[in-house]
C-alpha cells in the first residue's frame, strides 16, 4: 500500500535549521510530483515546495531562498531542507504525492517548531 513516512521534525531556534525527509513507498515514485505542505494551529494546508522527477522545483513565496527541496529517485525518498527558519514558519509539515487530480497521497504529518 501507499506510505509516505516523515522524520526530521522537531525544535528550533530562529534562524536555526532542520532536515526533514519523507521516505516513500507502494507507487511508482518517480510518476509523482512530490511536494512539501504545512498547517499551522487554526490555519489552512499551505503548499511550501514541490519537485518533480525531471527535476523542475516550485516554493512559495515564504521557503523562496530559505528552503531548499530535493529528491533521491533511487532511493524514494524526498527532502527539505529549512534554513534561517523563523517562528512562522512553526507548523505541522506533510509530505505529499501527486499524480494528476486523482492520485493524491499524504504522510501523517511531523511537527517543526521554531522557538528560542
Known amino acids: 500500500q501507499v506510505r509516505l513516512v516523515e522524520s526530521g521534525g522537531g525544535l528550533a531556534q530562529p534562524g536555526g535549521s532542520l532536515r526533514l525527509s519523507c521516505a516513500a513507498s507502494g507507487f511508482i515514485y518517480n510518476l509523482y510530483i512530490m511536494g512539501w505542505y504545512r498547517q499551522a494551529p487554526g490555519g489552512q494546508r499551505e503548499l511550501v515546495a514541490t519537485a518533480t522527477s525531471s527535476g523542475s522545483v516550485n516554493y512559495s513565496d515564504s521557503a523562496k531562498g530559505r528552503f531548499t527541496i530535493s529528491r533521491d529517485n533511487v532511493k524514494n525518498i524526498v527532502y527539505l531542507q529549512m534554513d534561517s527558519l523563523k517562528p512562522e514558519d512553526t507548523s505541522v509539515y506533510y509530505c505529499?504525492?501527486?499524480?494528476?487530480?486523482?492520485?493524491?497521497?499524504w504522510g501523517q504529518g511531523t511537527q517543526v517548531t521554531v522557538s528560542s
Open positions: 505529499n504525492a501527486r499524480r494528476g487530480l486523482s492520485a493524491v497521497h
